[in-house]
């Protein structure tokens, strides 16, 4: 089981597959609910394509003092499972998956998901977040 914040926004990516096939990949952007006026998180486009084996930037914009922020992914028929954290100083969380790369710019209050040489098996449901938002996976 899974729950979620409310206030949440969409930002899609498609992949496309060398057999022109397309396969979406969504981020949703989760609204710290603690104080909605000064914690928020939004995202930087509403849509982005990309060929398989291009990579491709995830941005999310926040605003106020977030302890860190996280980056979830959700394969269809499965629960959000945690990928990483970064924190405003740049420290990361360990064991980041391959070709995942963060970036956190503290001045313009935005931090980026890069994957590089993306793949079919990116395609998924990608979550950006200010406090940990998925509890109860089992």
Avoid at 17 to 42: D, E, P, Q, Y
Avoid at 100 to 126: C, G, M, Q, W
């Amino acid at each position: 089981m899974a729950c979620f914040l409310n206030g949440i926004t969409s930002l899609s990516l498609f992949v496309r597959a060398s057999t022109n096939m397309c396969l979406a990949v969504f981020v949703i952007l989760v609204l710290h609910i603690g104080n909605i006026l000064t914690n928020m998180i939004t995202s930087h486009d509403s849509q982005k394509q990309v060929l398989e084996g291009e990579s491709v930037k995830l941005t999310c914009n926040y605003s106020g003092v977030p302890d860190f922020l996280q980056w979830y992914i959700e394969y269809p028929g499965s629960t959000p499972k945690f990928l990483l954290y970064i924190y405003e100083s740049g420290l990361i969380s360990d064991n980041i998956p391959e070709r995942l790369t963060p970036k956190i710019y503290k001045n313009t209050k935005r931090v980026d998901l890069e994957i590089s040489s993306a793949t079919v098996s990116d395609s998924a449901l990608y979550y950006c977040a200010l406090k940990p938002t998925v509890t109860g996976n089992t």
